[in-house]
């Protein structure tokens, strides 16, 4: 009997096969003939039993057939293929055989157990060779180390490229470092001059990281079949959390983190958290940290910017020879290369195209790099992001803990530490400060000053002149930059009337900068000076010496300086500064009484605008919205205009505009309608509407979900107090389950309405299927809640089903770890189980919970995503056999859907059509016409999640035009699933495209 290979071609042939599959599976497949693949459909039967267990029924002989069909590495013969099968099996342990019998058997009927999700092709290779080489016996490795080791001896292969010189990369990038400042606190230039001063390490305290992953209801709405999945709470925990050491030493020393993403709001931390992975990097390995402001590039690529800019600034030279640009380029090839990328926001592109320009950026050599940038939260999420394949990360705010004391630490109280560092000189000073915050009517300055950024700024304003705190950001600017001008007055003194100038000045700045979105954070002295003045005298220097603005760099193309604000959230102050009238926000002139007959005209002597659906102007919002000197009779017109906003086609917009009201009443808290705001965003989160004014339906999923978001960016008192009321009056006891978790776990942690709703909840429900989530989400609210662990346990011991014993027993484990009955079921299960699959998740379930589970380190980060990956592949081709074979696959593509009469035959056609020519009509049109057509509820599903996949924003009007009828009025009760699909892609249009655009396509006859 021969024995079984672990080596590079075993490994190559299996990986081969597993890519196959997976990629026929998802409909996704490269192919080389599409009749022949059809004909041979009904040979390979695939089916997915959930997002990572896919059966396949068939014959080796149709899969020697496939692997020939696909396009890629080569046909494999049938010994290859019962190799690779019998790897998964024995080697890895993915594979679940369900024959009867082994033997005499052509047919081959197994289950594949995936890592990663099913679409997420590349994620799961990537873990198919972490898995592979982690499995590998000592001695294979050793026999391919040996074999590497040869290779690089032959004289037939070329020598490794050595320059004549080559510097010490490790002192240069550490050298690099100290002199763009990256050990002191980002606060210093404007505290340095009043003698405060920071080294990073003396106030750093570090903050917690939350793991983004898409939710069910984030990428799509459930299916009646998911039954009680669409009302399983949202739970923060979802996500895997970490603390900066554990993200640096764990997640970033893994050699699979290749694409990394920082996101949080301004000044959430994010470049203070890149400056100590750069630190990190410097200490504890033998990898380059280098680092790049984006803001820095100017219109250059960042290849450009690295070997014209960074090197010779590193290097202290004028010119750097093409050996040396060689040498650095091969520290990127053996992938020895950090690139720490600050502040995609930053960068002078419009949100919607930095992204997609940092994505074209990233080839060629610089791909070889590991990646890690940094960027706000409203630029990654808005609209189409190019970047997704980033595994991505949220800096958390600072957390409080229940008490703190000076001289003592805290870990849980992060506020208190800061602050304890920040007075370590007057600890007196900072008790009074954190005393101050403790008193119940800061609450809402306490949850504001979370903010790493803004939490320095109050700091540093008590240390100046304390006894006053302010209840607002705006005020809370607004008392600083009075500070700013005490601390500056020796060396810079300032009247009252040249302080009112100069704010008013930079309000117009900071609002004609934002206006024009591409140059919104990087200002050229041209500009500066038309609303400043000249540069050397007057309000323009006075700027530049209080440190409201400072020289970044100089304009690639004009040879001019270009400047900044001292942070984009002071240029977003200063510009909510300068509104005078809510109007400049909302010209509602025509929108009071809207009518089809009287649309919106820009071409009017006074155009409307509407400001309130730019990302960009959203901060400046709710600073305007908290300045004390506006009344509030304006507040409340405003805030009553968005609520009533009816944009006359189809709603999206309006429930824009009233997300912009819920967040808003945050900073104006005295809101007469602040009430039934908050009240409405839970109806909206958590319940239900009237359908036909017969049947009560669950709202579409891109409304639940803004209203998710926007409930937690609300006043955080009156969501409280919404909730308590809510769930004491429902009568639906999904609906209590979902908002009673919500209120426990996230809004007001230990809610004591929400604990004995939970508790009566798992006294009263009948389903053990439901009710050991309900138990479980009442012990993570409520630790070591007595009634949840008895309702566990008596699931454990009562319920029938094998599969909601492990997953009682599982949560009551997660609950107490060493909890014997927890253990002892999923050990009897493991072992004795009918299911097989349930003994297989028993197993893992007892691994995870006696701390046997791969660790962190080991998890993989995807680099790109299957799609991306295919049309890389296609760019290395050949430039002109590549065009007539793609055109060729595109002719053979459109034949066929023609010829076809099968809807899902047509569908995959079509959707594959798009991807390999985005922007093809008959992609488009026969999607369109699959979603008007089709019966099927799925199909329907399927194209629409096609389309919002592969559309193109020139596209987008054609969509609009053929959906805009799809109004839930108007629909039959069993059309309703339709609606939902349709809904959720007109909402993606009217994400992506500009009001007033989305208006006359909708209006067009």
């Known amino acids: 009997m021969a024995r079984a290979s672990y080596g590079p071609e075993a490994k190559k042939r299996s990986r081969r096969l597993l890519e196959v599959l997976l990629a026929y599976a998802n409909d996704a497949l490269d192919c080389s003939d599409e009749a022949s693949l059809d004909a041979l459909r009904p040979q390979i039967q695939t089916r997915w039993l959930s997002e990572n267990r896919l059966v396949v029924r068939t014959k080796v002989r149709f899969l020697q057939t496939l692997t020939s069909l696909a396009v890629g590495e080569g046909q494999l013969n049938a010994e290859q293929i019962k190799e690779a099968l019998k790897r998964f099996a024995d080697f890895l342990e993915i594979l679940e055989d369900n024959r009867p019998s082994r033997s005499g058997s052509e047919t081959w009927h197994f289950t594949l157990n995936l890592w990663c999700d099913r679409q997420d092709i590349t994620a799961n290779l990537q873990k198919f060779d972490i898995h592979w080489e982690t499995n590998r016996p000592e001695k294979s490795k050793q026999v391919a180390r040996e074999e590497r080791k040869g290779e690089s001896l032959s004289p037939l292969l070329p020598a490794p490229y050595s320059p004549a010189f080559s510097p010490d990369w490790k002192q240069l990038c550490r050298d690099a470092l100290t002199a763009q400042n990256h050990q002191r606190l980002t606060t210093n230039p404007l505290t340095s001059a009043d003698g405060v001063s920071f080294e990073l390490n003396q106030v750093y305290v570090p903050l917690g990281l939350v793991e983004r992953k898409q939710r069910l209801r984030q990428g799509g709405d459930v299916t009646p079949q998911d039954g009680s999945r669409l009302y399983e709470p949202e739970d923060s925990e979802m996500t895997q959390t970490f603390n900066p050491d554990e993200f640096i030493q764990q997640l970033l020393g893994a050699q699979d983190s290749q694409r990394i993403a920082i996101l949080g709001e301004p000044g959430a931390g994010k470049t203070t958290l890149l400056q100590k992975i750069a630190a990190w990097i410097v200490d504890n390995t033998e990898d380059l940290p280098v680092w790049v402001s984006l803001a820095d590039l100017q219109g250059k690529t960042l290849e450009q910017y690295l070997i014209q800019d960074w090197l010779p600034t590193a290097l202290r030279k004028l010119r750097v020879s093409e050996e040396v640009e060689e040498a650095f380029c091969e520290q990127f090839n053996q992938g020895r290369v950090w690139l720490l990328l600050d502040a995609v926001d930053e960068m002078a592109l419009e949100s919607s195209q930095a992204l997609t320009k940092i994505a074209s950026f990233l080839t060629g050599w610089v791909a070889d790099a590991r990646i890690i940038l940094t960027c706000r939260l409203n630029v990654w999420d808005g609209g189409k992001n190019a970047l997704q394949a980033f595994k991505v990360y949220r800096n958390l705010n600072f957390s409080y803990g229940t008490e703190f004391s000076f001289g003592s630490k805290s870990a849980s109280n992060q506020v208190g530490e800061f602050i304890q560092h920040w007075f370590q000189d007057h600890p007196a000073c900072g008790e009074s400060l954190q005393a101050e915050l403790n008193q119940p009517e800061r609450r809402r300055l306490k949850d504001a000053v979370k903010n790493p950024l803004r939490l320095a700024l109050l700091c540093r304003t008590w240390g100046l002149a304390q006894g006053r705190l302010p209840t607002t950001k705006a005020m809370l600017y607004e008392q600083f930059v009075e500070s700013i001008y005490e601390w500056k007055q020796d060396r810079f003194p300032t009247t009252s009337s040249q302080r009112q100038q100069l704010n008013r000045a930079l309000g117009e700045l900071a609002l004609l900068a934002i206006s024009q979105e591409k140059t919104k954070f990087r200002l050229r002295h041209r500009f500066v000076s038309q609303v400043l003045g000249a540069s050397d005298d007057g309000l323009f220097q006075l700027a530049l010496q209080l440190g409201w603005l400072n020289q970044v760099g100089i304009s690639e193309t004009q040879g001019e300086k270009v400047y900044a604000f001292y942070h984009p959230t002071f240029q977003e102050y200063f510009a909510a500064q300068a509104v005078t009238d809510w109007h400049f926000f909302l010209n509602h002139t025509f929108h009071l009484n809207p009518s089809p007959s009287s649309p919106p005209s820009p071409s009017s002597p006074s155009p409307p605008r509407y400001r309130i659906f730019a990302p960009q102007w959203r901060e400046v919002i709710l600073l305007w919205l908290g300045r004390d000197d506006i009344p509030q009779t304006h507040k409340e017109e405003f805030i009553q205009a968005l609520i009533e906003f009816n944009d006359n086609c189809g709603g999206y917009y309006g429930y824009q505009a009233y997300f912009v009201a819920a967040q808003g009443i945050a900073e104006f808290a005295d809101c007469q309608k602040a009430d039934e705001i908050v009240q409405q965003l839970v109806t909206w989160r958590f319940g239900y509407g009237d359908f036909q004014d017969e049947k009560p339906w669950r709202y579409p999923a891109p409304i639940v979900e803004c209203a998710r978001v926007a409930l937690l960016k609300t006043d955080r008192p009156k969501a409280i107090a919404a909730l308590e009321n809510y769930i004491s009056s429902s009568q639906n006891d999904f609906v209590i389950w979902n908002a009673a978790y919500s209120l426990g776990k996230i809004f007001d942690p230990g809610n004591k309405i929400a604990i004995a709703k939970l508790e009566a909840l798992v006294k009263t429900l009948h389903y053990d299927s439901v009710r050991w989530q309900v138990a479980y989400s009442l012990a993570r609210v409520d630790a070591g809640n007595q009634i949840a662990i008895a309702a566990l346990v008596e699931i454990i011991a009562s319920s029938k089903n094998e599969s909601t014993r492990r997953k009682a027993a599982y949560s009551l484990g997660k609950i107490d770890p060493q909890n014997f009955i927890a253990i002892s079921t999923l050990k009897e299960i493991a072992t004795s189980a009918i299911d097989s699959s349930q003994s297989r998740q028993a197993l893992e379930n007892l691994a995870t919970l006696q701390g046997d589970e791969l660790p962190k380190s080991a998890t993989v980060s995807p680099t790109s995503t299957f799609h991306q990956h295919r049309r890389n592949k296609?760019?290395?081709?050949?430039?002109?056999?590549?065009?007539?074979?793609?055109?060729?696959?595109?002719?053979?593509?459109?034949?066929?859907?023609?010829?076809?009469?099968?809807?899902?035959?047509?569908?995959?056609?079509?959707?594959?059509?798009?991807?390999?020519?985005?922007?093809?009509?008959?992609?488009?049109?026969?999607?369109?016409?699959?979603?008007?057509?089709?019966?099927?509820?799925?199909?329907?599903?399927?194209?629409?999640?096609?389309?919002?996949?592969?559309?193109?924003?020139?596209?987008?009007?054609?969509?609009?035009?053929?959906?805009?009828?799809?109004?839930?009025?108007?629909v039959l009760d069993d059309e309703w699933e339709k609606y939902r699909n349709s809904f959720k892609l007109l909402w993606h249009c009217a994400e992506n495209m500009d009001y007033l655009e989305f208006y006359r396509v909708w209006h067009k006859p």
């Open 874 to 970: 296609r760019k290395q081709k050949s430039g002109a056999s590549n065009y007539f074979s793609i055109n060729s696959k595109i002719s053979e593509l459109i034949r066929g859907i023609a010829a076809s009469e099968d809807e899902d035959t047509q569908r995959r056609r079509a959707y594959k059509l798009a991807q390999l020519n985005p922007g093809n009509s008959v992609a488009l049109t026969t999607l369109l016409q699959l979603m008007a057509s089709t019966q099927s509820v799925s199909l329907h599903k399927r194209a629409a999640d096609n389309l919002k996949e592969t559309i193109l924003n020139e596209q987008l009007p054609q969509v609009i035009a053929a959906l805009k009828n799809s109004n839930c009025y108007q």
